[in-house]
């Protein structure tokens, strides 16, 4: 039986860290990115992913100018998000920020609308703000064709969502071999409970944000012996197009230049053979040997933290830095989840509740030291 995307092909246009003139606060090269776009359409390819944040709200309008002004609306899916958590106090002003993403991308519909980063604090926004309720008088109208969230949480709350609102369509999150076994992401159990709710999947962050690009050597040689012609991050695109039930997968494409190495991979996908996998099986064993914090994400020592300090998230950020040596990713990261509602790593007042409840026995305190001192 045939699932919704499964003839979408399954290299999709992540709209998020597009190129750039002046660094990531200036201005959309749009000259490059209307190249991106007409050899991303040539090659076959149409799923193109925006956001209303994205770019500092750069980002849907350059989707205007460079796909929806210049080609047909029925050639491409476009997707966009609403981001309830980010800013509006009333049901109205909510509601308002998908008529904004409408008018700046000019596309008439969305083929897919999503609910922006379920999860944690985060959902109670859309319940508070009826937002489920309003993309589905949106598909009845025909302003959007298919209805769904994107996702960062846990497993278990995720099946939650999906119980609790069974006619969503779809489910965004992030996968990769990465962070196929991680306490806080926990891609593999995200993706079990999207296959039990029989949920398609788009896959977002495949690359980990760039980390399985450019992996330490003791993790690089084992791709390179396994084929020195194929790039690091094919590796992790096809690991995560080779599941079943995807839509497509996301890459955040930046430059003309990485486009075209996505495209030589994926043109002619094919799912990893056996073999395949066992070479990103070995990869993925030498990361977590890597030493790190320790951390399984239960949670416990949020729970009593005063603060309100996300620790396992400020963890998982530290361990970017540990594992891949991505100092930029895992300052962005740590930037995030303040973002999100978490206090500073320095704002822990050494009161000790945490450590007493970590089952890992985590030195904590002397941790969130650590992460302050490397990350802020």
């Given at each position: 039986m045939a699932y919704l995307g499964e003839n979408i092909r399954k290299l999709g246009f992540g709209l998020m860290r597009l190129p750039m003139i002046g660094g990531h606060d200036g201005e959309v090269d749009i000259g490059q990115f209307k190249e991106m776009v007409d050899l991303f359409l040539a090659k076959g390819f149409t799923y193109f992913d925006t956001a209303y944040g994205y770019a500092n709200g750069k980002s849907e309008a350059a989707a205007?100018?460079?796909?929806?002004?210049?080609?047909?609306?029925?050639?491409?899916?476009?997707?966009?998000?609403?981001?309830?958590?980010?800013?509006?106090?009333?049901?109205?002003?909510?509601?308002?920020?998908?008529?904004?993403?409408?008018?700046?991308?000019?596309?008439?519909?969305?083929?897919?609308?999503?609910?922006?980063?379920?999860?944690?604090?985060?959902?109670?926004?859309?319940?508070?703000?009826?937002?489920?309720?309003?993309?589905?008088?949106?598909?009845?109208?025909?302003l959007i064709k298919h209805m769904g969230f994107s996702f960062h949480d846990t497993a278990d709350e995720l099946d939650r969502l999906l119980t609790a609102h069974p006619d969503m369509e779809f489910v965004q999150l992030q996968i990769n071999y990465g962070d196929w076994?991680?306490?806080?992401?926990?891609?593999?159990?995200?993706?079990?409970?999207?296959?039990?709710?029989?949920?398609?999947?788009?896959?977002?962050?495949?690359?980990?944000?760039?980390?399985?690009?450019?992996?330490?050597?003791?993790?690089?040689?084992?791709?390179?012996?396994?084929d020195p012609t194929l790039p690091q991050a094919s590796w992790?695109?096809?690991?995560?197009?080779?599941?079943?039930?995807?839509?497509?997968?996301?890459?955040?494409?930046?430059?003309?230049?990485?486009?075209?190495?996505?495209?030589?991979?994926?043109?002619?996908?094919?799912?990893?053979?056996?073999?395949?996998?066992?070479?990103?099986?070995?990869?993925?064993?030498?990361?977590?040997?890597?030493?790190?914090?320790?951390?399984?994400?239960c949670a416990y020592c949020v729970k009593d933290c005063p603060q309100g300090i996300h620790i396992p998230q400020m963890f998982d950020a530290m361990n970017r830095y540990l594992v891949y040596d991505d100092l930029d990713a895992a300052k962005f990261a740590c930037g995030l989840e303040q973002m999100f509602g978490s206090a500073k790593a320095s704002a822990c007042i050494a009161c000790g509740a945490c450590e007493s409840v970590c089952p890992q026995k985590i030195q904590i305190i002397d941790e969130l030291k650590r992460v302050a001192t490397t990350l802020e």
């Open positions: 205007k100018t460079a796909l929806v002004d210049r080609y047909p609306r029925e050639s491409f899916q476009l997707a966009t998000k609403l981001p309830a958590w980010a800013g509006p106090e009333t049901a109205e002003e909510a509601k308002q920020m998908f008529q904004t993403s409408l008018e700046r991308t000019g596309a008439g519909y969305f083929d897919f609308y999503l609910l922006h980063n379920c999860g944690g604090g985060r959902t109670a926004s859309f319940d508070k703000f009826g937002i489920w309720d309003y993309v589905r008088e949106l598909k009845e109208k025909g076994e991680s306490g806080s992401v926990q891609s593999r159990k995200c993706y079990e409970v999207a296959l039990k709710h029989n949920k398609p999947i788009i896959i977002m962050e495949p690359v980990k944000g760039g980390a399985l690009a450019n992996l330490p050597d003791r993790v690089g040689c084992i791709f390179r012996e396994a992790a695109i096809r690991f995560a197009a080779s599941l079943q039930n995807i839509v497509t997968v996301l890459s955040g494409m930046s430059t003309l230049d990485q486009m075209k190495s996505n495209i030589s991979y994926m043109e002619n996908f094919k799912p990893l053979s056996a073999e395949e996998k066992a070479v990103v099986e070995r990869a993925r064993q030498v990361l977590i040997d890597i030493p790190q914090v320790p951390c399984t994400s």
